[in-house]
């Protein structure tokens, strides 16, 4: 299978802030492909380098082999960007905006009006194609944002964030589009934060963490790798320290137990792996009762992306994303975006 894009050793920062440190990772033709992580941690600006928007301090990178960085006009004609912020004029209907893109990818005019009238009802627009985007939803809006980006039938189409902050019924329209325009042939690399969403979607994923990939894979794979089944047990709605290393300290002695995390940023919660289909919940309750420890949550489920994500970092996604924001720079945030 031919390689859609390929980024080898990406590094890039803005002054002291090192917003990719070193990200490596191929998209095969034809595939969805997700880079998971928190905010901050490298996935726009690996997209925007891509899409030849921002350039690399070090790194390869390349769109069905031709180097964006040697042939930036050449590889742009092969991608199709969508970034996380919708831009729409509110005064133009849905079909003009539509319009003004075509004429900007210098399609030919019945060429236009073909792919026009396909965007709109891959997308679910056609009853609000001569409505002004000014009174459409949030929802509409990202979807006619998605149809500009397909018009020239790139192939590539980069999504940053294409569902953050969509409600339910236009988050399926999206993910609906994205699966019928794989089939078609089109390779997919999206950004993303939403779990369920790159699980459901991604053949293939790549989790970033403080800019360098943790983990790369097919999401089933990745779990799989993991083994066993994970059990999340809270003692105290904030647990002291030495409490949780008690408890840590007896349930590593179980057989089914496997590995145990202590979770700082979530109060202290104790984070198991233990043998898949097996009474562990039951052992881990009976022993927390001997030490005379209280049970303040326990649960248990079958390996998700967010364990792989706590098992290379010790920290769930919501933990990074919740220090992310804490530890935000607007000014810098500010100063980088107008770059």
């Known amino acids: 299978m031919a390689t859609a894009v390929l980024v080898e050793h990406l590094q890039k920062s803005y002054g002291q802030k090192i917003a990719v440190k070193d990200v490596s990772f191929q998209v095969e033709t034809g595939q969805i492909f997700g880079l998971l992580g928190p905010n901050g941690?490298?996935?726009?600006t690996t997209l925007r380098t891509?899409?030849?928007?921002?350039?690399?301090?070090?790194?390869?990178?390349?769109?069905?082999?031709?180097?964006?960085?040697?042939?930036?006009?050449?590889?742009?004609?092969?991608?199709?960007?969508?970034?996380?912020?919708?831009?729409?004029?509110?005064?133009?209907?849905?079909r003009e905006m539509l319009e003004l893109h075509a004429a900007l990818y210098h399609l030919p005019a019945q060429v236009a009006k073909t792919k026009i009238d396909e965007a709109l009802a891959l997308l679910g627009l056609v009853e609000y194609a001569d409505q002004k985007t000014g009174t459409y939803s949030g929802g509409l809006k990202k979807r006619l944002d998605l149809a500009t980006?397909?018009?020239?039938?790139?192939?590539?189409?980069?999504?940053?964030?294409?569902?953050?902050?969509?409600?339910?019924?236009?988050r399926?329209?999206?993910?609906?589009?994205?699966?019928?325009?794989?089939?078609?042939?089109?390779?997919?690399?999206?950004?993303?934060?939403?779990?369920?969403?790159v699980d459901a979607l991604a053949d293939r994923v790549a989790i970033i963490d403080q800019g360098v990939v943790i983990a790369e894979g097919a999401p089933s794979q990745l779990k799989d790798n993991l083994g066993g089944d994970r059990i999340t047990l809270r003692l105290r709605e904030f647990t002291p320290i030495e409490e949780a290393q008690q408890a840590q300290a007896k349930l590593q002695n179980l057989e089914v137990v496997q590995e145990i995390?202590?979770?700082?940023?979530?109060?202290?919660s104790l984070n198991l792996v233990v043998k898949a289909q097996s009474d562990a919940l039951i052992q881990v309750q009976q022993v927390i009762q001997q030490e005379g420890l209280p049970i303040?949550?326990?649960?248990?489920?079958?390996?998700?992306?967010?364990?792989?994500?706590?098992?290379?970092?010790?920290?769930?996604l919501m933990d990074a994303e919740i220090a992310a924001i804490a530890n935000r720079d607007p000014k810098a945030e500010k100063k980088e975006n107008m770059r």
């Not at 699966?179 to 690399?189: D, E, H, K, P, Y």
């Open 41 to 44: 941690a490298g996935k726009t």
């Open 50 to 94: 891509l899409c030849t928007l921002t350039t690399p301090d070090a790194g390869r990178v390349e769109v069905a082999g031709i180097s964006v960085l040697d042939y930036p006009r050449k590889a742009r004609q092969l991608l199709g960007y969508v970034a996380q912020e919708v831009a729409l004029d509110k005064v133009l209907t849905g």
């Open 149 to 170: 980006g397909l018009l020239h039938q790139p192939q590539v189409l980069v999504l940053d964030e294409p569902t953050v902050g969509l409600d339910i019924e236009s």
């Open 172 to 197: 399926v329209v999206v993910w609906d589009f994205l699966r019928q325009i794989r089939a078609a042939g089109t390779t997919v690399l999206l950004t993303s934060h939403y779990l369920e969403e």
């Open 261 to 268: 995390i202590i979770n700082s940023a979530q109060g202290n």
């Open 296 to 316: 303040f949550g326990i649960a248990q489920s079958r390996p998700s992306l967010d364990d792989v994500y706590l098992a290379a970092t010790g920290k769930t």
